[in-house]
């Protein structure tokens, strides 16, 4: 039976390199978590391979930029892309912030005070996978949810604890 388009056009696997180091336990569950949630649902296509998927990401780091490495199910190289991190300091930090905040107001804030932080760190997050979109556009064809995700993935790459 041919697989559809769906399915060959999708990721099933995401590696960290070792350049991305290791962390606390906690920061490792929570990329483990941002890769489970990547793979499960995507929808991701190297631009100019028809449809040749699935396929593997390599995630590592490299002078402030981080690393795409793509290759096919059976392992056979695709392309890697470079994604210079600098246009995503910003959104990075503030989300951080407003992160905190929000953690804090968990716990001694009224439920619309804590609903307005929530809403400006989803509209954080959602600018900072536009940006991922905008960044990847003509290399990688990826979906919104798909953008949300792998920026999931590059604010845990940053999390220190």
């Known amino acids: 039976m041919a697989r559809n388009e769906g399915q060959r056009s999708r990721l099933i696997d995401v590696e960290l390199d070792e350049s991305i180091g290791r962390s606390t336990p906690d920061i490792e569950h929570e990329r483990a978590v941002a890769i489970f949630d990547l793979i499960e649902e995507n929808s991701f296509q190297p631009v100019d391979d028809d449809g040749c998927g699935p396929y593997r990401l390599r995630l590592s780091l490299a002078d402030a930029r981080l690393v795409f490495a793509i290759s096919r199910e059976d392992g056979s190289p695709v392309v890697t892309h470079i994604l210079s991190l600098t246009p995503f300091r910003r959104i ?41 979109m905008d960044r990847l556009a003509g290399k990688i064809d990826i979906d919104f949810d798909t953008a949300r995700r792998v920026f999931t993935l590059v604010c845990v790459l940053h999390w220190r604890g």
């Open 92 to 132: 990075v930090k503030d989300y951080f912030m407003i992160c905190e905040s929000y953690y804090e107001a968990i716990r001694t804030s009224t439920p619309s005070q804590i609903e307005a932080i929530d809403m400006g760190r989803r509209g954080l997050h959602n600018e900072g996978s536009q940006t991922l």
